[in-house]
């Protein structure tokens, strides 16, 4: 059982077009990360909220946390290619260390 | 900073064969996990240690596997017989106060 569910698995899109992916959990947690994982290489993290309701901005990235703290979605606006990856989120709890990813997007943007 | 390291970078082993990879923290983190990653599973938590102390084991997926922390600044994982279902790549990473995982390139592995 996938504690973290992302969607889609999979999006391929034109450059300069917009999109949104997501990540939900029946769990609440304490703080939701996201990274970008380019291939050959590890995750690296990109934001982390931890308030329900929270929006964070990174250039053209928007990051949300749903209001009970069980969601989130990343929205990129004008992809371009730079932004092809693997997208994941990670939930993460007060109680310990540990913290669970999801299973990805993996972002394909065409030039 | 060096960031985390691992080694070796591709493993080709065949099946029964020992097998031990190995990870370098980011000096000055507390906490060091390995993961699992592969395209049908996404990437698993295996275990992780906090100030050298094994804390949560149950990822692992069965006895053939097993991971030490020495010393704050070295991690292994071993996997003895290795298995053609073990081909995957193995992440290490660590964190400090911040709760920020920081990762490692990854070991390939792949067992014949």
């Known amino acids: 059982t996938q504690l973290l569910e992302q969607s889609p698995q999979f999006l391929s899109i034109q450059e300069g077009e917009n999109l949104t992916v997501y990540c939900n959990s029946s769990s609440v947690f304490s703080s939701l990360q996201w990274y970008r994982q380019e291939p050959g290489e590890g995750p690296v993290l990109l934001v982390t909220v931890v308030t329900g309701g929270e929006v964070k901005k990174l250039k053209r990235l928007t990051f949300q946390f749903g209001d009970a703290r069980k969601d989130s979605s990343l929205h990129i606006t004008a992809a371009q290619t730079g932004d092809t990856g693997l997208y994941l989120c990670?939930?993460?709890?007060?109680?310990?260390?540990?913290?669970?990813f999801g299973k990805g997007t993996r972002l394909h943007i065409l030039p | 900073d060096a960031g985390v390291i691992q080694s070796p970078r591709h493993e080709v082993t065949e099946m029964g064969q020992e097998v031990t990879l190995r990870c370098k923290p980011i000096?000055?983190?507390?906490?060091l996990f390995w993961y699992r990653q592969t395209m049908m599973r996404g990437l698993e938590l295996l275990i992780y240690f906090n100030n050298n102390v094994p804390i949560d084991d149950s990822g692992m997926p069965e006895d053939r596997f097993s991971a030490k922390m020495p010393n704050a600044s070295f991690s292994t994982l071993k996997i003895q017989p290795s298995e053609p279902r073990d081909s995957a790549v193995y992440f290490c990473a660590s964190t400090g106060l911040l709760r920020v995982e920081f990762f490692g390139p990854g070991t390939r592995l792949t067992v014949l």
């Open positions: 990670a939930g993460a709890w007060d109680r310990d260390d540990k913290i669970i």
């Open positions: 000096s000055g983190h507390n906490s």
